[in-house]
């Protein structure tokens, strides 16, 4: 139901202390759902399919399909896993109906709640509990799979009676951080996940778990290093300035140069065979890492201490390594390296001094309150080289965000939640010019809203021929973006609403050719009923029941448009 708008909610009681967020995706041991096996007191009230299919609109028996892989609750009894827990990270998809309730229970009892439910966004059921929000709404709509990630500690030295919720991430946006939990009793021994749905039905499928310890199965031995005087920027160094044996992995053996390019080199001797993740942390524009001549690690420009992370298989033994890192001269040098493996708590491979703390960097951010705000600015799309350079992002108090590219007319993102990250824009010098979404962000085919086909059979063009003519603002402050294209004058407006993004195109003059709108493009675009297709796993498109759209393949995927005559329009939500 569109007019829902999902919460996920945390009903617990924080103490306001704050801790460092344990962050990294890692390896997760999965929950085998071939039946319910895997679970202690699995009730009538679930089951394990093959696949579920939920509408999003109406308030239906959800439609599953025979099979494994997909765990399906309905309101009932818990579910408790045979997996004993105490610190961990957790991570799942997970599937609401329209109206759906229910909570992950963790190993102290606390409960994180998966919600449909307008009302949340007001009010909160608060039952003798200080509620602990999101700071923002980053879920789908029903029907849609999502994603939940959190790091749990069971206990918390420095604070009695206490677990702690290190991070929360809902559809890979951290929604709360740093969260302490009151326990009535300490955990000594490792307790049970549970599941429950206390309304509706709830679907879950990828379940996975890593339990933490403190053991360190990689080590570093035999470093040794070379110190080039070279140009930081340079693409080769040759001039050896100092070369040594060493017994930490640190940048401080630079002596304060200010460009310099610095290789070390070595063995990491693992313990165990496994998957291993490196995490890289640095200031400088190169960072590589290598192991046994493989490129785990190769990273370009960090000016701020930002994270870049690679995997790699190891069998048990010495493997040797190399890193290559050279420093920004008006930056404060930095190198760190961490690693990380299924079961074994994120550490440090690099000496802590090797890592100062890094200079404070603000958050600058651009949130609609009661009209719709627009941002000029560059935007790089993933898997692009290039920036789109002549965009306009419009955020509305809706919580409903779009990009366009106005060159090519060119709807290029879509978000919900939080507007705009413009940080790297008006901060300093602002040399990116990038504004980055700051809320749950959809993938669009970013092509060319428009195009002249010769049927609805042609492909549709990367980029159409369209001539960009300005934009006027409606009364209530959205655009509406003016083309000139076939002998025909189109006008692009996207307004937002409390439940969708409305699209509407109006034609002034007669283009010379059939005028199709491009809707969407996928893998598969399924009908979900008369004029409501969802798209992957991303989002919904709704349009008239009447509209003669066009569903059809297109290579490898499927594309679904619309002929435009006069107004047409349609909507999306997610």
């Known amino acids: ?187 000594s021994d490792a307790q049970s996940l549970g599941l429950e749905v206390t309304k509706g039905t709830i679907a879950f499928r990828n379940i996975g778990y890593q339990l933490l310890n403190d053991r360190k199965p990689l080590t570093l031995h035999n470093l040794s290093y070379k110190l080039y005087s070279d140009k930081w920027d340079a693409p080769t160094y040759s001039k050896l300035e100092k070369e040594s044996k ?37 200031s400088g524009n190169v960072f590589t890492f290598d192991i046994d001549g493989k490129a785990i690690i190769t990273s370009g420009e960090s000016t701020s201490q930002e994270s870049h992370s690679g995997s790699v298989n190891l069998t048990k033994g010495s493997h040797k390594f190399k890193i290559h890192y050279s420093r920004f001269p008006w930056r404060q040098p930095a190198l760190g390296l961490r690693v990380q493996k299924a079961g074994i708590r994120t550490y440090d491979l690099h000496v802590l001094s090797s890592l100062p703390e890094p200079e404070p960097k603000p958050y600058i951010g651009v949130n609609p309150d009661l009209r719709p705000e627009m941002v000029r600015s560059f935007v790089l799309l993933d898997g692009e080289k290039y920036k789109r350079t002549h965009c306009i992002s419009v955020g509305s108090p809706t919580g409903w965000s779009y990009t366009m590219d106005l060159n090519r007319g060119a709807l290029l993102q879509a978000w919900r939640g939080q507007f705009a990250n413009v940080t790297e824009m008006w901060y300093e010098r602002g040399e990116p010019q990038l504004l980055e979404p700051a809320g749950l962000k959809v993938p669009v085919s970013g092509k060319s809203n428009l195009a002249i086909l010769e049927n609805d059979k042609a492909a549709w063009p990367d980029s159409a021929n369209v001539n960009y003519l300005g934009y006027t603002l409606d009364a209530q402050g959205y655009p509406a973006v003016r083309y000139a294209i076939a002998s025909a004058t189109v006008s692009d407006h996207i307004t937002a609403t409390n439940d969708a993004l409305t699209i509407t195109y109006d034609v002034k003059g007669t283009p010379a050719g059939s005028l199709y709108a491009l809707l969407a493009s996928g893998k598969q675009i399924q009908l979900i009923e008369k004029g409501l297709y969802q798209i992957d796993n991303r989002y919904y498109i709704q349009i008239d029941k009447k509209a003669k759209v066009v569903l059809r393949n297109s290579g490898d995927g499927q594309e679904l448009l619309l002929p435009v005559s006069n107004a047409s329009s349609y909507s999306m939500f997610w």
């Open 1 to 187: 139901m569109r007019s829902t708008i999902q919460k996920l909610c945390l009903f617990l009681l924080a103490f306001p202390l704050a801790v460092t967020a344990q962050t990294g995706k890692g390896n997760y041991s999965p929950i085998t759902l071939k039946d319910l096996s895997s679970f202690e007191n699995a009730g009538s009230n679930w089951s394990v399919k093959g696949n579920i299919s939920i509408h999003p609109v109406k308030n239906e028996a959800a439609k599953t399909t025979n099979g494994e892989g997909t765990l399906v609750g309905i309101a009932g009894t818990a579910i408790t896993t045979k997996v004993k827990a105490k610190d961990l990270r957790f991570y799942a998809e997970f599937m609401l109906s329209p109206g759906a309730e229910g909570n992950i229970i963790l190993p102290g009892g606390q409960r994180v709640r998966l919600a449909d439910n307008k009302q949340l966004e007001t009010s909160a059921l608060t039952s003798g509990y200080i509620g602990q929000f999101p700071v923002q709404n980053a879920s789908k709509a029903p029907g849609l799979w999502q994603t939940i990630e959190l790091a749990y500690d069971a206990s918390v030295s420095t604070v009695k009676n206490s677990a702690r919720l290190n991070s929360l991430k809902l559809n890979d946006v951290i929604v709360l951080e740093s969260v302490y939990l009151p326990l009535s009793k300490s955990i």
């Open 246 to 282: 060493t017994n930490s992995l640190t940048q401080e053996v630079t002596n304060g140069m200010r460009e310099f390019h610095l290789i070390y080199e070595g063995e990491v001797l693992a313990e165990e065979d496994g998957d291993y993740v490196f995490t890289s942390i640095y």
